[in-house]
């Protein structure tokens, strides 16, 4: 229930600022700042919100109220204030994902939440950060990057706010602190449609194209150029051809009548998919009279990264696959194990026992990763063979009356078990080893009466399973696996009275050796118009020892380009704003653990799809050589187990010589979209 103004008032001793939600974040509304985003960020919260009494681990908050005035209520805002030094997660995991490792670690990160309808009249829970059902989170760092984590609106159970008017409150704010770059993860779904598909194909970009957004980084070695190709492929599909491809199939006369149909409502000619999907969600957004029961506009129901995955590349595209669940005894008697079947039987149940007691401590928010399960069942049982045993093979197996569930936690990447009733239409039965929940079968399609039902239709059968062309199954392959979108604001230097620079650190000779990444991007540093060299050095050390941990001590020796000036002479006339400036110093803390945004592990990721970097997929390492891949690549599903004891291919040739040259290979996505000189493939459609 939303909260109303007079409850509002109640609240507090003095009469809260109420702001508009839709004018919230535009020029001059409610501020006006003309610094960097780590000044920026502090005038708002001075000048636009208050304290709030929740107490969020021991984090500051502050609650900005918006008024909604259509809905006539009252929307809160809060702001955490995280201190990196103070954090259980320091590093950022999001940062690493998209290629932002290199950077140094912020002091400060700014979470952004309006916490779903319900909660809005509230305390915020101790782990609100971790929640994913706000109809808004996003994650500021200090240095002005940042990332979109979660946008909530009809679709994710709203009565109030819609997508559309959450992500121009957010634009505005981001354009109103003057960020810099923000990434979004986009795993948004409608009606089981991936909308980054849908909206490529339609449009040329993601939903969040919208708004600016645009390619970042693909997983599995998917590069800009091959993401703009597939969608131009795809997107060029013509509809006449269409129909020839699929004359031999089951799906020939529907798709038949969605085309005849939609070509008689449209007022200009309709070619091509593109022209297609566009007319139709255009269509179902004006909701004419004829056509019925046309749904809202879409809008992410939620940007989670529990997605489902398209495992194998040169497989088909099939529909969600129903979850397999085994009865854990059955599991082990088809297991070569040293153990006996009664002892495996037992760290099951102990693990189970740890598990349903996390639980219930945490009121069902979260799992246990595998080392805090393995530390917990160590009170019962000792030998940790026995358990590393176990637990590898714990993934949707059935014990007593539980399931266990092992899944990749969104936050933070790392893989952790879960434990749910046994229920929900999933029985056990002795003469059955899986359990497959039945799903009823889905309603014949009546081409015209549902624009949603036919956009869905031409979904699945063309975009995810076209007969008998590999190249569209590849492109579709690229398009779902480019998930990483980021919006870049321009530098400002607007204001007439103030020089701005880009501030680039620059390592000195000695710096060389002391295993200094990629350098970090520069910072934004605002002075006076007549400042001279001495305080625009000052102002450089006092940005950078406030926005990074590794550089709190410091000191600017020199400034390219202004060796010649004294300190104590002006700038104006002698550099002009908007400029980059390279600045060298010491006192670069290289030995700090709190170095890097991508942490302190240096771990290596080298796959046969090119990716050489975390791309936030699964993977798994060799025990040989240690070097990471996709277990996708590796051709193993993401419901299946990683095995005990995994070797990649390049060992396997160092250790077993091939007594034959011939191999089974498959090509990925990747590799049959790059240019055509590069790999002489004839990219016609």
Same mark, same amino acid.
């Given at each position: ?332 008697? %088809?297991?070569?194990?040293?153990? !006996?079947?009664?002892? *495996?039987?037992?760290? +099951?149940?102990?693990? $189970?026992?740890?598990? =349903? ?103 699945? %059968?063309?975009?995810?399973?076209? !007969?008998?062309?590999? *190249?569209?199954?590849? +492109?579709?392959?690229? $398009?779902?696996?480019? =998930? ?202």
């Amino acid at each position: 229930m939303s909260i109303s103004i007079l409850e509002a008032f109640k609240k507090r001793k003095r009469r809260p600022q109420l702001y508009g939600f839709h004018t919230f974040g535009d020029p001059g509304c409610p501020i006006n700042p003309k610094g960097a985003f780590r000044d920026n960020i502090q005038v708002l919260l001075q000048h636009c919100a208050e304290l709030d009494d929740s107490n969020v681990q021991g984090m500051q908050t502050w609650c900005t109220l918006l008024l909604h005035e259509t809905r006539s209520c009252i929307v809160p805002l809060f702001t955490i204030e995280e201190k990196v030094k103070c954090s259980t997660r320091p590093y950022c995991d999001h940062c690493r994902c998209t290629g932002w490792s290199h950077h140094f670690l912020s002091k400060r990160k700014y979470h952004l939440i309006i916490p779903k309808d319900n909660e809005w009249n509230k305390p915020l829970a101790n782990h609100v950060i971790d929640h994913q059902t706000h109809l808004l989170h996003g994650v500021i760092h200090c240095n002005g990057f940042g990332h979109l984590l979660c946008i909530n609106g009809n679709e994710g159970g709203s009565k109030y706010l819609c997508g559309r008017e959450i992500m121009d409150l957010w634009d505005r704010i981001c354009t109103n602190l003057r960020t810099r770059k923000i990434t979004v993860e986009d795993v948004s779904k409608k009606r089981s449609m991936d909308l980054r598909l849908l909206y490529g194909v339609a449009y040329g970009h993601s939903w969040f194209g919208k708004w600016g957004y645009k390619f970042c980084r693909g997983s599995f070695g998917v590069a800009e150029y091959n993401y703009n190709k597939a969608i131009e492929i795809l997107s060029s599909l013509e509809l006449d051809q269409i129909i020839q491809d699929f004359s031999n199939t089951d799906q020939c006369r529907d798709i038949k009548q969605i085309i005849r149909h939609c070509r008689n409502m449209s007022e200009t000619q309709l070619v091509t998919i593109k022209d297609l999907l566009r007319f139709m969600l255009t269509v179902k957004s004006r909701a004419p009279l004829k056509l019925n029961n046309a749904p809202a506009a879409p809008a992410p129901s939620s940007i989670s990264r529990a997605s489902t995955r398209i495992t194998l590349r040169n497989k088909p595209f099939a529909k969600e696959k129903s979850q397999n669940y085994k009865s854990f005894s059955t599991a082990i008697a %088809n297991m070569d194990s040293r153990w !006996p079947a009664r002892r *495996l039987e037992y760290a +099951a149940e102990v693990i $189970v026992t740890a598990l =349903k007691e996390k639980k219930e401590d945490n009121f069902c928010h979260g799992g246990m990763t595998r080392q805090d399960l393995r530390d917990a069942a160590r009170f019962h049982i000792g030998d940790t063979g026995l358990l590393d045993y176990v637990l590898k093979s714990m993934n949707n197996v059935i014990v007593g009356s539980h399931v266990v569930c092992r899944t990749v936690n969104p936050t933070t990447r790392i893989l952790e078990y879960s434990i749910h009733e046994l229920g929900d239409g999933i029985k056990v039965s002795e003469q059955e080893a899986e359990i497959l929940p039945k799903h009823l079968p889905a309603p014949a399609l009546v081409p015209g009466i549902d624009a949603y039902s036919d956009v869905v239709y031409l979904y699945n %059968n063309v975009l995810l399973d076209y !007969p008998g062309s590999n *190249l569209v199954d590849l +492109a579709t392959q690229a $398009v779902l696996d480019s =998930k990483h979108f980021v919006k870049e604001w321009p530098f400002r230097d607007e204001e007439d009275q103030l020089l701005t620079f880009i501030c680039r650190l620059m390592p000195c000779s000695y710096d060389m050796g002391t295993g200094l990444k990629e350098l970090p991007p520069g910072e934004i540093v605002v002075v006076p118009l007549h400042a001279t060299v001495g305080e625009l050095k000052l102002a450089v050390e006092t940005a950078l020892r406030d926005t990074y941990c590794i550089t709190e001590g410091f000191v600017v020796m020199e400034i390219e380009g202004l060796e010649e000036l004294d300190d104590d002479e002006v700038l104006f006339g002698a550099v002009e704003s908007g400029v980059e400036l390279r600045v060298r110093g010491s006192g670069i803390d290289f030995k700090n653990r709190f170095g890097y945004q991508g942490g302190i592990d240096n771990w290596m990721v080298k796959c046969e799809c090119g990716a050489q970097d975390d791309d936030g997929e699964r993977m798994v390492a060799c025990d040989i050589c240690e070097v990471w891949q996709h277990t996708r690549c590796c051709g193993i599903e993401d419901t299946e187990t990683v095995p005990p004891l995994f070797v990649c291919s390049g060992c396997c040739v160092s250790l077993v010589p091939p007594k034959t040259d011939s191999f089974c290979a498959f090509e990925c996505s990747s590799t049959l979209l790059m240019p055509k000189e590069t790999y002489g493939l004839e990219l016609g459609y």
